[in-house]
């Protein structure tokens, strides 16, 4: 869930950023909130030239099936496209999760 809409998303444990395409920003946000500027470089494996970003939003984000929510930063690129999640964001841990070592 993001902002209280279901999104689905890919989750890349060797990105580096989130990346949300701006057709869904607009879903989400419902043309209410703004982007921030972003000096960001994300560069793919796919492309030689660096995506083209829109902007940067800071978003929260609930895990149902967890019970767990965070903030995270995602970039906004033009178009369509699936929805990433990266590393960090996605190894959210509930909070009675504990480590035994």
Known sequence: MIEN???SVVIDRGATCNLISHQVFDKVSKGKI?????DRKVDTYAYKQPLELRGKWMVDIFVPSRQ????AEFFVM?????TL???SSSEVR???DRCVS
């Not at 703004?34 to 972003?38: A, E, N, W």
């Open 94 to 96: 509930h909070p009675e």
């Open 85 to 87: 999640l990266d590393r």
């Open 68 to 71: 767990t929510s965070l903030q």
């Open 5 to 7: 809409e279901p999104v």
């Open 34 to 38: 703004g982007l921030l500027k972003s």
């Open 78 to 82: 033009p178009g369509s496209a699936d």
